[in-house]
Structure formats: structure tokens, C-alpha cells
């Protein structure tokens, strides 16, 4: 099946610095979407993508629907501590429709130290 | 908008007990829910899709006659973990489909239920 490869695994930066990770994957996918997770939640959507070469913004947070359809980052910039959490990608592939389920990345843990 | 509520959020019972986890679309009609299992800093693991008035279709692996799960209408749908062991002790969350802007559904995820079996 498909995998997304998410990166990088974790990230400990300091407060105000700017933060990017990526996910790639071994086919193309119609739909990118950017969740975060805080301990012991659900993840929240931040930033749905939908065209190949789409740069949404969402606040300090910026995302990018790669143009070959097979990868997407998530920036944050001046990063503050509550941005800590898990952050997903995820991936919807062509054919569309509510049941199709949604490939996961592994995650990317930030830790931001005040 | 797109806010999905789930009950419990935090259960602990006795091996052997049946637990109903219930997951609810507060302010839209989901079709399609999806219920997943997530252990400690791994990330989600699809366990099944539930289509409103039809049966739940389960990943692989995952035991149809344990997870019992019922999709009664637009706005709830029910995860029920029969029989629970130990080895059941995980984080359940579920989620709601609605349709996006580029044709596939947008996933909203509750606020996940906590099982502890002892």
C-alpha cells in the first residue's frame, strides 16, 4: 500500500525559531492535509491542500502541495511554546469520495524550549 | 464548524467488561466515520470505516466480532470493545468525513477515549 515518509521523526528548537517538515510519497495523492496533536487528544486539522503547487497559509503556518503530488512541508514560523505537539501528514489518493480512507505519516514531535 | 465530540473520554474497566465508545458530528452529517487506535507516540492505525446504515468495513488484522461498531445515523456512530483484555488498553479516536473543496472528504477527529482494561 501507500506510505507517506514523514520527516524529520522529532525537532527540538528554541522559542521564535521558524520550523519546517516534510512528507514524501511513492505515488501521488489529491489531497494533503496537515494535523496537529497535543497530548492525549485528537488531532486537529490545521491546513487541508488540495491543487498541486497550493501554498496555503493558516496563521504562522504555511503549507505546500508539492508539484509532482508526491510531497508537502509545513512551515512554522516564530514558533511559540504551545506549537508543541505531534504534526501529521496525510494523504488522500486519486479517486476521491468519502470512504477513501487517509495514509498517515509516522509524525513529526516538536518540542519548543521557552 | 466540523467539531466531532466522543464519550467517554477516559474509561477504566474490568477484564472481560464491555465498553461502548460513542462518537458524535456535532454541527455536521457524516456519512462516514472512521475509527482508529493510536498507541503511545506511534501514529494512527485505521481500525475500521462506518458507512451510515450499512456494516462497518474492517482493516485487516482487525477482529470484526471484538470491535463491534454500529453507525445508527448521520451524526453517530459507536465503537463497542467486547470482552476487553489488557491487551485492548489503548487510545480510541474517531472521525468524521465531510466533504472539501477538492472532492475528498476532510477528516475531524474527537477528542480521542482513553481504555484502560485491568
Known amino acids: 500500500g501507500q506510505q507517506l515518509n514523514q520527516s524529520p521523526q522529532s525537532m527540538f528548537i528554541q522559542e521564535g525559531e521558524d520550523v519546517s517538515m516534510n512528507c514524501t510519497s511513492s505515488s501521488i495523492f489529491n489531497t494533503w492535509l496537515w494535523y496537529k496533536q497535543d497530548p492525549g487528544e485528537g488531532p486537529v486539522l490545521l491546513i487541508a491542500l488540495y491543487k498541486a503547487g497550493e501554498l496555503t497559509s493558516n496563521g504562522r503556518l504555511t503549507a505546500q502541495f508539492g508539484i509532482t503530488r508526491k510531497d508537502s512541508f509545513l512551515n512554522i514560523s516564530a514558533s511559540i511554546p504551545s506549537d508543541v505537539g505531534i504534526y501529521f501528514c496525510?494523504?488522500?489518493?486519486?479517486?476521491?469520495?468519502?470512504?477513501?480512507?487517509?495514509?498517515f505519516g509516522k509524525g513529526t514531535l516538536l518540542t519548543v524550549n521557552p | 464548524g466540523a467539531v466531532v465530540s466522543q464519550h467517554p473520554s477516559r474509561v477504566i474497566c474490568k477484564s472481560g467488561t464491555s465498553v461502548k465508545i460513542e462518537c458524535r458530528s456535532l454541527?455536521?452529517?457524516?456519512?462516514?466515520m472512521f475509527w482508529y487506535r493510536q498507541f503511545p507516540k506511534k501514529s494512527l492505525m485505521l481500525m475500521a470505516t462506518?458507512?451510515?446504515?450499512?456494516?462497518?468495513?474492517?482493516e485487516q488484522g482487525v477482529e470484526k466480532d471484538k470491535f463491534l461498531i454500529n453507525h445508527a445515523s448521520l451524526t453517530l456512530s459507536t465503537l463497542t470493545v467486547t470482552s476487553a483484555h489488557p491487551e485492548d488498553s489503548s487510545f480510541y479516536i474517531c472521525s468524521a468525513a465531510r466533504m472539501g473543496l477538492g472532492g475528498d472528504n476532510e477528516q475531524f477527529f474527537g477528542p480521542g477515549t482513553r481504555l484502560t482494561v485491568l
Open positions: 496525510a494523504g488522500h489518493p486519486p479517486g476521491g469520495g468519502s470512504n477513501y480512507k487517509l495514509t
Open positions: 454541527d455536521f452529517q457524516a456519512t462516514t
Open positions: 462506518s458507512n451510515e446504515g450499512s456494516k462497518a468495513t474492517y
